[in-house]
């Protein structure tokens, strides 16, 4: 995954600065994958048109998940459709974000208790960054989420954890590949 | 012509034995056997003063006190402006029901509809296959006794 | 490329390409899937394979038991024409329960829903624009789109999913500025068509890229049941506003647009496009005759039924909504509901697709998928 | 080591421009579509918004498909830029300075952009995708197509100024003479020629595939056409590459019709300064067209594009090429 493959161990001016310098790329220029689910997506069309305007924030769609940093999964998710998303979210090139827009990609949402045909949340099939509320979330929700997306990777680093943390990591690790 | 104008008008000139059925509110309805309701869908369809070239809906129904399961048709003539109501029964353990397909061509999604989620098979339509759910899913959800499956390709349908 | 014909056939391999187009593709509207068979770039065959979005709304009418509690999920059935979806199942309802709306309600739903018409219309252009590649019209569209939005949402508190509309009546009362904003709006959307016939009908590039397209003629559109501007398009008037009214919509003048096949044959995608476009100067027109016949007081809730006494029966009620015939098939018990089937129009009239796309190129198949105007949530329910 | 710097000039020049045009585009589309466009990122109306993409796509992961053909797949973007960059060499920037003035210099540039097919071709074959492959097979057909009408109406031009160097083609555009005010730019010269800059325009906007000929890349039919397996800078390369190809093209018809590096104004204002300032300009001028065009126009489908390019922009730029013959030969 280009540069960030390498993690450093030490932190100077100039890795701080660097990694200021590209985390605030990576904020700046938030792409979005260009597809729609259910009613959310309407409203998703909404917050890229004119009165609400993504393009502020530098973020634009991209109808190939190759070229795209951040999925909004804007709605329902079927069971039908939860193996799509996951290939998707796969296809999709890394560093890579996802918004769970409404609260069906949320939980389920109205359809969490008769919905026979309906994932239960999209966390189920691939990693959520920023849980959207709402049904659908208004536009301004959205930029919102897209904002609390933002100040999450200006907390990223490229600073490798201090080798007690990695220890501690690895023992973590352990169980799981006993299992 | 109402549904009772459209009976008797069958029963006279096909010599039929149909009896429109009576709800406290709403609607009324016939309720024709499967053995004969091709030709009474074709007659409804190609008679000069019926003329239902129109099939508004067709939807499966569960009977769950009569273990029976149903088809209702929604008929209306855009040329007559009548509508009509028709309904065939057949029983849950052998459900089948002659299609429509070829006299309406929307009947193909809604029977295949059916299907998927009643679980009713139209004998004579081109690709009954499920149309909603996923090929593989099981059980027909519209089925009142229907038991959600627990997981669908590993991925579990609950919360 | 179309197929080769050389002198030795044997030597050359002429093989059809599968194309999957969807569930994710930009133009397929929501998440339907089409299995295309392409010789070169001509579509020789199409299988829509849909249910991507199927919410399981019948079986969630059936298990909640209560009919008020329905109106929410009708709502997101099709959720560019909410209150169209909502509006059809009231008017059910209340058919089999017999209840009469206070005059105020019938005059409001109807402004709402032709509000929501040019919303929904305002909609399907856009993007049947924006499938043709032309992006700014589809943000023209939206533009005006949003001004209505402002005005169901003062109405409703929703922008998208309305919850408004309920058996008998509405959920609130009319907030009081509501005429005045939506004359305002009236006046001021008549001439915004005129810019978009400008951008858009009148472009000689989108002339040619609609014309002869998908032509759907008149008898296969009544075998396949489709209804609305599909159906209008193809030369036949039918209207149920007009031809089997619901509500009090006789009580308004309006014309049923059809499409003549001006630019080219009558039932192409243009006639479809083109139908859209007048349904919503008429609308205006419905919406004018509308705020000036509309009581000014009475109680909106007058006719509500504090909880719902079922009876036994069903009713087969069907309403106009800016994509066709929407009906809901209700077959009600004394306990409640027993079974509510949603005949919705986008599941009817995207059938026909395989029908009307044979031959045509890749291209033309997004602008017939777009001149269809389906969403998504309409088809699976 | 100065011939180091003279080389990199244009690519300074051609990555700085397309940086800044990508963001044109996305002001421009923006105030076209009643929008604001960029407005955060760096502060003034989001002037470092490019920037930052590029910066991201540098970090990002570059995916090669398991079945994509390797070599070609990872080599398509490089051809494409190299071919688009070689092509700038034979570009008189400004009386003072032209990477190369040979004397073939439209010819060796008509050939080099022809590179750009190939290398969209790698590009779609190697990514095994089958959208890619249309895509590819649109580009292949749409750019061959359209070079016939371009290359007749750069011929059209060379029967007028009598040379292949771009550099003698500008030089003899300098001046005020025809009736009196207008400037001895070609289009002037030559009432035919007005009828070759709309063929050349025209043919120009298909050869860099934009809107209303996009199909290559129509988003939504063929997704991202050609460029739909790229991801990270290889992609990015191929959006600066598009952006170059468009100004590459914008220049070639500043020089040939709009007089190039010279003045509009006589020697008024016309030194190798003023000379780079104007030719930018109207460089700059017809790539705003370009994107005024994109921003309006929906899309042609594959089978118009090519009637247009043969049925009639072929035959008339036949005629139009004797016609103006024809008029040299006479006066």
């Known amino acids: 995954m280009g540069l960030l493959d390498k993690k450093y161990h030490d932190s100077n001016i100039i890795i701080v600065s660097l990694e200021s310098a590209l985390n605030w790329a990576r904020k700046s220029s938030l792409w979005y994958e260009q597809f729609g689910l259910a009613c959310c997506a309407i409203e998703m069309m909404a917050t890229a048109a004119s009165d609400y305007d993504f393009d502020r924030f530098g973020i634009i769609p991209r109808s190939s998940p190759r070229q795209a940093d951040v999925m909004i999964v804007a709605g329902t998710v079927t069971m039908k459709m939860a193996s799509r998303i996951e290939r998707l979210y796969e296809q999709m090139s890394e560093p890579r974000y996802v918004i769970s827009m409404g609260s069906c990609s949320n939980s389920g949402g109205p359809y969490w208790e008769h919905g026979y045909h309906v994932l239960k949340g999209v966390d189920k099939v691939i990693p959520v960054d920023v849980y959207v509320p709402g049904c659908p979330p208004r536009p301004e929700a959205l930029l919102e989420g897209f904002l609390k997306l933002q100040e999450r990777i200006s907390n990223e680093t490229i600073i490798e954890p201090r080798e007690t943390e990695q220890e501690s990591t690895e023992e973590e690790k352990e169980p799981i590949e006993v299992e | ?55 508004m809906c067709l939807s499966g129904i569960h009977y769950q006190k009569e273990n029976e399961l149903g088809v209702a048709y929604h008929l209306h003539s855009t040329i007559h402006d009548h509508k009509l109501v028709m309904k065939v029964r057949v029983p849950e353990d052998n459900p089948v029901v002659p299609s429509v397909e070829s006299l309406w061509k929307t009947a193909n999604w809604h029977e295949r509809e059916a299907y998927d989620l009643v679980g009713i098979t139209f004998r004579g339509h081109p690709g009954l296959l499920r149309i909603l759910t996923p090929q593989d899913w099981e059980g027909h959800p519209l089925r009142k006794d229907y038991e959600q499956q627990e997981s669908y390709r590993n991925v579990s349908t609950g919360i | 490329m179309a197929p080769v014909t050389s002198p030795q056939p044997a030597a050359i391999e002429n093989r059809t390409m599968t194309i999957n187009m969807g569930p994710q593709h930009p133009s397929t509207h929501g998440v339907l899937r089409l299995e295309v068979t392409v010789d070169g770039e001509v579509v020789t065959k199409v299988k829509p394979d849909i249910g991507y979005l199927h919410r399981c709304f019948e079986k969630y009418a059936e298990s909640l038991g209560d009919y008020a509690k329905v109106v929410p999920y009708t709502d997101r059935i099709d959720y560019v024409s909410a209150l169209h979806q909502e509006m059809g199942y009231v008017i059910a309802v209340e058919k089999l329960l017999e209840l009469e709306v206070p005059e105020r309600v019938e005059y409001m739903r109807v402004i709402l829903a032709e509000l929501q018409r040019i919303a929904s219309h305002l909609l399907g252009i856009g993007t049947f624009g924006l499938d043709l590649g032309a992006f700014t019209p589809f943000l023209y569209c939206f533009i005006e789109r949003e001004n209505i939005l402002r005005i169901l949402e003062k109405v409703s508190g929703a922008r998208l999913l309305y919850n408004y509309l309920c058996v008998g009546g509405l959920m609130r009362d009319i907030p009081t500025d509501f005429t005045s904003d939506t004359w305002e709006f009236v006046t001021s959307f008549r001439p915004k068509i005129k810019e978009l016939n400008d951008l858009l009908t009148t472009n000689s590039i989108f002339i040619d890229r609609t014309a002869n397209i998908g032509v759907l003629p008149a008898e296969v559109a009544l075998n396949y049941s489709a209804s609305g501007p599909m159906l209008r398009g193809s030369g036949v008037s039918w209207d149920l506003r007009k031809n089997d009214p619901y509500s009090i919509y006789d009580r308004f003048e309006f014309n049923v647009p059809v499409g003549q096949g001006e630019m080219g044959t009558v039932g192409d995608c243009w006639d479809r496009y083109i139908v859209r476009v007048r349904e919503m100067e008429e609308s205006l027109k419905i919406i004018e005759q509308a705020l000036d016949q509309m009581p000014g007081e009475g109680d909106v809730k007058e006719a509500v039924p504090r909880r719902i006494r079922s009876k036994e029966g069903e009713v087969y009620v069907r309403t106009e909504t800016p994509r066709g015939e929407l009906g809901y098939y209700i077959i009600s018990e004394k306990s409640g509901p027993y079974r509510i089937k949603a005949r919705t129009p986008s599941f009817v009239n995207l059938s026909i697709l395989p029908a009307i796309s044979k031959g045509a190129l890749v291209a033309d198949l997004v602008a017939i998928v777009g001149s269809i105007d389906i969403v998504l949530g309409g088809v699976d329910r | 080591m100065a011939l180091l710097i003279f080389a990199t000039l244009p690519l300074l020049l051609i990555v700085g421009y397309a940086l800044f045009a990508i963001w044109l585009e996305r002001k421009v589309s923006a105030h076209i579509q009643d929008r604001l466009g960029p407005m955060r990122v760096g502060g003034w109306h989001g002037w470092a918004q490019t920037i930052a993409d590029m910066l991201k796509l540098i970090q990002k992961e570059d995916i090669i498909p398991t079945n994509a053909s390797r070599f070609l797949f990872k080599s ?26 040979i004397n073939i210099g439209v010819f060796y540039l008509l050939a080099v952009t022809s590179l750009l097919t190939l290398s969209v071709i790698m590009g ?51 001046g005020n ?75 070639l018809g500043a020089v040939l019709f709009f007089g190039g590096w010279a003045s509009p104004f006589g020697s008024y204002l ?40 043969w049925t009639i922009l072929i035959p008339v730029s036949f005629i139009n090429f004797v016609l103006i013959a024809l008029w040299e030969m006479t006066f």
């Not at chain 4, 490089?78 to 700038?88: I, K, P």
């Not at chain 4, 050349?200 to 209303?212: G, K, L, N, Q, T």
Request: with cysteine; aromatic share 14%; proline share 4%.
């Open chain 4, 124 to 174: 779609a074959w190697a990514s095994n995708n089958k959208w890619s492959l249309l895509g590819g097979m649109r580009t292949a057909a749409q750019m061959v197509s359209y070079e016939v009408p371009t290359i007749m109406s750069v011929l059209s031009v060379l029967v007028v100024a009598g040379s292949l160097n771009l550099m003698t083609i500008s030089e003899m555009q300098t």
């Open chain 4, 270 to 309: 016309s030194g190798p300064v003023w000379g780079f300032i104007w030719f930018m300009l109207k460089g700059l001028l017809f790539v705003f067209v370009m994107m005024w065009m994109r921003w309006t126009l929906p899309r042609y489908r594959v089978d118009q594009l090519m009637e247009i390019c």
């Open chain 2, 1 to 55: 012509m109402t549904t009772e104008e459209i009976t008797e008008y069958l029963n006279r000139e096909y010599g039929g034995n149909l009896d429109p059925t009576y709800a406290e509110a709403g609607d009324s309805w016939i309720t024709v056997s499967p053995s004969v309701l091709r030709e009474v869908a074709k007659t409804l369809r190609d008679d000069k003063n019926l003329q239902f070239n129109n099939l």
């Open chain 4, 76 to 101: 398509a973007p490089f051809v494409l830029f190299a071919a688009s960059y070689a092509a700038f060499s034979v570009i008189p920037f400004s009386s003072a300075y032209i990477g190369s003035s």
């Open chain 4, 177 to 251: 003479d025809i009736l009196g005010f207008l400037p001895n730019w070609l289009i002037f010269q030559n009432p035919f020629l007005i009828v070759a800059f709309i063929i050349f325009f025209i043919s120009i906007v298909a050869e860099s595939h934009r809107v209303p000929f996009d199909l290559p890349e129509s988003e939504s039919e063929l997704v991202a056409g050609f460029q739909t397996e790229y991801s990270g800078m290889r992609w990015g390369i191929f959006m600066l590459a598009e952006y170059a190809d468009m100004l590459l093209l914008s220049l």
